[in-house]
């Protein structure tokens, strides 16, 4: 069993900086694929960014590339997405996801086998 404990959410404007945090635990964390995901309320929730076990390959969805960026530290099991330039339509719930079974990284919420809570991020105009 895998356990996420995201952090590092908040309410900040618009053209502002936030990092978040995912810290893991129950796995070894050099063997899990790691992933960020976000839902607005109404809205389905989608893809923002991945990475590989090794950290060597990311993926980030169209609407954050060059805004936002994955990185992970697998001496400290933590995964993080800093997310600069933010705009309102970033606002969501953000999720840290893993998995465990698959090569490569994944873009598709059901192929990801556990999550985190999710923390709330907030941009205000």
């Known amino acids: 069993q895998v356990q996420l404990v995201e952090s590092g959410g908040g309410l900040v404007q618009a053209g502002g900086s936030l990092r978040l945090s995912c810290a893991a635990s129950?796995?070894?964390?050099?063997?899990?694929?790691m992933g960020w995901f976000r839902q607005a309320p109404a809205k389905e929730r989608e893809f923002v960014a991945g990475i590989s076990r090794s950290g060597t390959v990311t993926y980030s969805a169209d609407s954050v590339k060059g805004r936002f960026t994955i990185s992970r530290a697998n001496g400290k099991n933590t995964v993080y997405l800093q997310m600069n330039s933010l705009k309102p339509e970033d606002t969501a719930v953000y999720y840290c996801a893993a998995e465990i079974h698959v090569p490569g990284v994944l873009r598709s919420p059901a192929g990801y086998d556990y999550w985190g809570q999710g923390t709330q991020v907030t941009v205000s105009s």
């Open positions: 129950g796995r070894s964390f050099s063997s899990l694929a």
